[in-house]
């Protein structure tokens, strides 16, 4: 298996792992994997809400907004940081949208390691390419 089904196949196991662990809705994580920018991020959870992860191994990227449920089966999204809020959704796919907009610039598939070896990959690319 190369590199990228490796990461790709723990990508997906991520998305089992939300399933299983019941804290999301199942309206939100269907709708969440049905987005293809979304689906190729490692999606974890916590206080019910739903996370997206740039890299596969914790400690997770704190860069991209998260889904919290809302009173009424509405969401709210916020983030990417706990102080920051984006607003309400009524629908799941509505917050997904959201989330989708406000990614980071060149959030692409998920980095098989953790957020400081994704950094150091990022800075290597970059020096690579000379930007930056």
Same mark, same amino acid.
């Given at each position: 298996?190369?590199?990228?089904?490796?990461?790709?196949?723990?990508?997906?196991?991520?998305?089992?792992?939300?399933?299983?662990?019941?804290?999301?809705?199942?309206?939100?994580?269907?709708?969440?994997?049905?987005?293809? !920018?979304?689906?190729?991020?490692?999606?974890?959870?916590?206080?019910?809400?739903?996370?997206?992860?740039?890299?596969?191994?914790?400690?997770?990227?704190?860069?991209?907004?998260?889904?919290?449920?809302?009173?009424?089966?509405?969401?709210?999204? +916020?983030?990417?940081?706990? +102080?920051?809020?984006?607003?309400?959704?009524?629908?799941?796919?509505?917050?997904?949208?959201?989330?989708?907009?406000? !990614?980071?610039?060149?959030?692409?598939?998920?980095?098989?390691?953790?957020?400081?070896?994704?950094?150091?990959?990022?800075?290597?690319?970059?020096?690579?390419?000379?930007?930056?």
């Amino acid at each position: 298996m190369n590199k990228n089904a490796a990461v790709e196949a723990v990508v997906e196991a991520g998305w089992q792992t939300v399933r299983d662990d019941g804290q999301v809705r199942a309206e939100l994580l269907e709708a969440a994997y049905r987005e293809p !920018r979304l689906r190729q991020l490692f999606p974890w959870t916590g206080m019910a809400e739903l996370h997206f992860s740039r890299c596969t191994e914790p400690r997770w990227t704190w860069d991209i907004p998260y889904i919290q449920p809302a009173a009424g089966g509405a969401y709210w999204v +916020s983030g990417p940081l706990r +102080s920051q809020t984006v607003g309400p959704a009524v629908t799941a796919e509505e917050a997904i949208a959201m989330v989708v907009q406000r !990614r980071p610039a060149g959030c692409g598939p998920a980095f098989g390691g953790t957020p400081e070896e994704l950094a150091a990959h990022e800075a290597a690319t970059e020096q690579q390419t000379g930007e930056g």
